[in-house]
């Protein structure tokens, strides 16, 4: 539930816009390498989702720390050796 809070979070910050190619271009403010081109909103919006998850999943992987939205925090506790 947490991620999926997360993730909804972060589409309510999406911007989108219309190319002069007629094309549909979207992105993420605060999340770099976050954007998504597609012929339809829709197909833009479901595409922008999919690599937001991607980018999560890599960004945990790595250890780097994600951006809080709306006071949601993803961070990966450290287990002490």
């Not at 190319?19 to 998504?36: C, H, K, M, R, S």
């Amino acid at each position: 539930m947490l991620l999926t809070n997360y993730i909804r979070a972060a589409m309510r910050r999406a911007t989108y816009e219309i190319l002069p190619d007629g094309t549909y271009y979207g992105e993420i403010p605060g999340f770099q390498g976050v954007y998504a081109n597609a012929p339809t909103l829709e197909e833009c919006r479901e595409t922008l989702q999919e690599v937001l998850e991607g980018w999560i999943i890599l960004g945990l992987q790595l250890g780097h720390t994600l951006p809080v939205v709306d006071g949601i925090s993803l961070t990966v506790a450290k287990e002490a050796v």
